[in-house]
């Protein structure tokens, strides 16, 4: 199973970004998905999260500004973010948790990571 992010790139304070990131492999289902983000010299913490049935979950510096989704169909996760300002940013990670099979209980798999960069 592979995690292929995509998205990230330079914008400017104020602007908005879509990150999406597509599984590929044996899937039989997938569990959460979710974003995370990392800083030089900063531990990687959540950004975002959705469950398999639609539940999210948000960081508190996120809320009101990133909308996570999810496509079943393909695998997809999104990250919408919106009003970015320069604290976001970061590499951003996606994360799954992968069921190779009915009789397998998931897998946690991570992306390559994609770099936004918000300017001032």
């Known amino acids: 199973v592979q995690l292929q992010a995509s998205g990230g790139g330079l914008v400017q304070a104020g602007g908005s970004r879509r990150l999406s990131c597509v599984a590929s492999g044996t899937i039989y289902s997938i569990n959460t998905m979710g974003w995370y983000r990392q800083t030089p010299g900063k531990q990687r913490e959540l950004v975002a999260a959705?469950?398999?049935?639609?539940?999210?979950t948000y960081a508190d510096y996120v809320k009101g500004r990133f909308t996570i989704s999810r496509d079943n169909a393909k695998n997809t996760v999104y990250l919408q973010m919106n009003s970015l300002k320069p604290e976001d940013t970061a590499i951003y990670y996606c994360?799954?948790?992968?069921?190779?099979?009915?009789?397998?209980?998931?897998?946690?798999?991570w992306g390559q990571g994609t770099l936004v960069t918000v300017s001032s």
């Open positions: 994360n799954a948790e992968v069921r190779r099979s009915v009789y397998h209980r998931g897998t946690e798999y």
């Open positions: 959705i469950t398999s049935g639609g539940r999210k």
